[in-house]
């Protein structure tokens, strides 16, 4: 039996910049915009000590902080292309609820909440697979705000 874990990086914008420093004074060979070519690429990489049959999961939660709200730094654009799930969490000090920027934000998962969604909030599933050009984009995004401020409203109502 093995573990599940949770890793959560705080920055890894400033993990990087410090693995840049270290890995200038080693004398190693820089990659992209002078950072080290393996900066992911050990990230997730685990020997399983004991018994090799156990199962486990890592599951890692980490904060981009680009420089100046720059999405097209290296290590942004690095985090980016593994992640699975983004919140762009650029509207945090609006009075906005949720504080997620919709507009940014994206999932890989999309599937797996269709069940929660057609529960929840059924007329959300077919809305998301809409095309822009044959159902007129504008009549999509109104329909798509009414929705968030029903939502807003579900997620203020809610008893913790």
């Known amino acids: 039996m093995g573990l599940n874990m949770s890793m959560m990086a705080d920055s890894t914008s400033c993990w990087a910049e ?71 969490l650029d509207i945090f000090s609006c009075k906005y609820f949720p504080l997620v920027n919709w507009l940014i934000s994206y999932s890989k998962y999309e599937r797996a909440l269709d069940e929660f969604y057609e529960r929840s909030y059924p007329e959300f599933v077919p809305l998301r697979n809409k095309d822009p050009y044959a159902d007129g984009e504008a009549k999509i995004k109104q329909t798509y705000e009414e929705l968030l401020e029903e939502m807003q409203q579900a997620f203020m109502n809610l008893e913790l």
Do not use: H
Request: charged share 20%; with cysteine; hydrophobic share 35%.
């Open 18 to 88: 410090a693995l840049r420093e270290i890995s200038g004074r080693l004398a190693e060979m820089p990659a992209d915009s002078g950072y080290p070519a393996y900066f992911y690429e050990r990230a997730g990489r685990v020997k399983c000590l004991g018994n090799p049959g156990r199962e486990g999961s890592i599951s890692i939660v980490g904060a981009v902080s680009p420089p100046g709200g720059d999405f097209s730094d290296p290590v942004t654009t690095a985090t980016l292309n593994i992640v699975q799930v983004f919140w762009g």
